[in-house]
């Protein structure tokens, strides 16, 4: 039954392969299970139920992710979004004092909105419309990224007012953990041992455990399905004075998304022919976790970038993607054991790493055009110093035809790109 609905064989996989690549996407995305409900419970933000985002949380990745997994059966997992639950809490409730419930039914309306777009297929023709040389640009520099957010969970990266970054202090524990699974994860894959980087990220956080950067707090957990689940206000979200957040967040989870999808997906070498098989049933996935999300209790569901850690350890089906599900469901049972392993210091090692891997689409950008090579540079740098995956992908957009139409070439670009650069420019400007 397998076989024949994933296609395995024809996708060069097997079970086995797939439980590993599942199970190595959670364990670099568990931190999600904590850090979600940690910024919408902020008493200065939404001010919600910490154990009931929690569930929601739990809840929302499980069925967003098994819906990706059986209706586009790729293997990427999807989960609440970093920064859009920051734009939630601290922006739409926080700042503009709108209560979590009515928060909710704007991210609804999102949903709904992302929904319909993707029915009638225009975020199909978005990801269609997209350049070769940035679709690449697009999965080096989510690379780029991923390697960053490891190298500061780390420790090994800091901040620093005159610099921005600097160098961290690698003598403490957590960056002294972190360069071990670095050194033993990189050791097991440059060896091709089979699940190298899942072996990686077990060992270090045993060794985080055995150092006490991690506390073990217990195994079994009593989830909360009451404080948050269901309690969404629609009918108060459709209000005029909503409309700018919902706006917002449906141009950054769909280019979030957009992003992600063709990243992994050219890591996996799904696309062809510069189009990606099933894409409006892996936007659909997106957005209708969206709306399960809300109904949950939790901020804008998006596809994540940490999917490429189960890509590069062989994942190649929605198989991957039904264990992810399957171990967010079981998270919210055993979250004091998840808790153990989702440090940043143990999931650094495995970022690092993927981050490295995803630099292989770099060399098949056509550099000695400068016409691809710029747009495509821009794309790349932007991404980690942006600390963004659609400001990366917006300034590409924006240079591409600029830098076609200086060249002479403006019949290279396709219209929509066109109209994507005026769109881009136009969020700047207003809403920024």
Known sequence: MLESYFRLKENNTTVKTEI?????????????????????SDPHGAGMSFSGVLV?????????????????????????????????????????????????????????????????????????????GLKLATAAGIGLFIAFVGLQHAGIVARNPNTFVTFGDISKAPALVALFGLVLTA???ARKVKGG???????????????????FEGVISTPDFSSVMFKLDILGALSLDYVVPIIVLLFFDMFDTIGTLIGVSEQCGFVKNDKLPRINRALLSDSVGTMAGAACGTSTVTSYIESAAGVIEGGRTGLAS?????????????????????????TAPALIIVGCLMMQNIKKIRWEDFTEAIPAFLT??????????????????????????????????HWLVYVLAGIFLLRYIFLH
């Open 56 to 132: 929601a949380t739990c809840i929302a990745s499980f069925f967003a992710t098994l819906m990706m997994a059986f209706v586009a059966r790729y293997p990427i997992a999807l989960a609440p979004g970093m920064g859009l639950n920051a734009y939630f809490s601290y922006i739409i409730c926080g700042a503009m004092g709108v209560p979590w419930q009515i928060a909710l039914g704007i991210v609804f309306l999102s949903g709904l909105t992302f929904t319909i777009l993707t029915l009638l297929k225009v975020r199909e023709m978005l990801v269609d419309a997209i350049p070769a």
């Open 20 to 40: 590993t690549a599942g199970l190595v996407t959670f364990m670099t995305m568990a931190y999600i299970v904590f850090v979600n409900p940690t910024i919408l």
């Open 322 to 346: 039904v264990m992810t599900a399957l171990l967010f469901l079981v998270a919210m049972f055993f979250t004091p054991l998840a808790k153990a392993f989702a440090t940043g210091c143990v």
């Open 187 to 189: 050791m097991l894959v």
């Open 197 to 215: 980087i899942l072996f990686g990220l077990l060992a270090t956080g045993v060794v985080a455990v055995i150092s006490g950067i991690t506390t």
């Open 380 to 413: 790349i740098i932007l991404m980690p110093l942006t600390f963004s995956i659609a400001n990366g992908l917006a300034l590409g957009f924006i240079s591409y035809p600029l830098v076609k139409v200086a060249a002479g070439r403006s019949k290279e670009v």
